[in-house]
């Protein structure tokens, strides 16, 4: 029987968010933990592919089912389920939101997030015939902003006990698998939401990382028929590899990188 205290212990409806990265499977980890290796029959695991995301965090996400027994429901725009073989990994359906809503996501209408990220989720959980439920994300207690901003039906269980980044990085330094992507880099590749200095440095790394996202940035949509930029506050994806082709950076500070890529807010 689970400890009624333990923040880990999750009482349903609930869909835990495992965003694929690092602290979100530390927090399935000690969730599976909690109650005894096997969720209950009301709390379900939820990924959401965006098709973008990085090779490594695929991988990652079927070897944290396999290792750890247990289900995690892969989804894809408008709940559509699909699995580790058949998921999208090359942005198709960021593609068919970026032609449905005629418009590139940018950081102040953050369409991505809304249609592939939580709208899976919410349709996911209505086919289950769920009215309410409970949604679990792996927020740490070191992410005190981003806590303070969610609204009332999420659980942040990290945060409640206290784990910080170092906590995660520790326990994944001492497991026998671990997610092949170097801390920071976020698994959205190339997310308006990083620094260009990021972007550019997976830009080095990922050769053809950048021309999803450029082909993006010049397609036709109805209020910008000469394509449009995900953000105008710095050079288009086009001009970032151009510089890095160039072997020059540009670097706009710390204000440039917004929220870490975290997709999980509800607005």
């Known amino acids: ?5 333990d923040p880990f212990a999750i009482q349903g409806p609930a869909l835990i968010s495992f965003s694929g990265g690092r602290s979100s499977a530390y927090m399935l980890y000690r969730i599976l933990q909690a109650h005894g290796g096997t ?3 009301d709390v379900h695991v939820t990924f959401q592919n965006t098709g973008k995301e990085m ?3 695929l991988d990652f996400v079927h070897a944290c089912s396999e290792r750890w027994g247990v289900e995690i429901v892969w ?3 408008g709940w559509q389920r699909v699995d580790y073989l058949t ?3 090359n942005g198709e359906p960021y593609d068919r939101l970026i032609r449905k809503r005629n418009a590139l996501p940018s950081p102040a209408m953050r369409l991505c997030t809304i249609g592939l990220k939580i709208k899976p989720m919410e349709g ?6 769920w009215q309410t439920w409970d949604n679990v994300l792996g927020l740490r207690a070191d992410e005190p902003r981003r806590v303070a901003r969610m609204r009332d039906g999420y659980r942040m269980p990290l945060a409640t006990a206290g784990i910080t980044k170092a906590d995660v990085m520790h326990f994944w330094a001492r497991n026998d698998f671990d997610l092949d992507i170097l801390p920071g880099q976020g698994n959205c590749d190339l997310c308006f939401l990083k620094s260009a200095a990021t972007i550019q440095g997976v830009m ?3 050769p053809g990382s950048a021309d999803w996202w450029i082909k993006a940035e010049s397609t036709p949509l109805k209020s910008k028929p000469h394509g449009a930029r995900f953000r105008n506050d710095r050079p288009s994806y086009a001009a970032m590899l151009k510089a890095v082709q160039d072997q020059n950076a540009f670097d706009f500070g710390d204000a440039d990188e917004m929220n870490d890529c975290f997709c999980g807010e509800p607005s």
């Open 1 to 5: 029987m689970p400890n009624a205290d």
């Open 39 to 41: 969720l209950p029959d």
């Open 55 to 57: 090779p490594q965090t």
């Open 75 to 77: 989804l894809e725009e």
């Open 87 to 89: 998921a999208a990994r």
């Open 124 to 129: 996911y959980a209505k086919s289950l015939g």
């Open 204 to 206: 080095r790394d990922v």
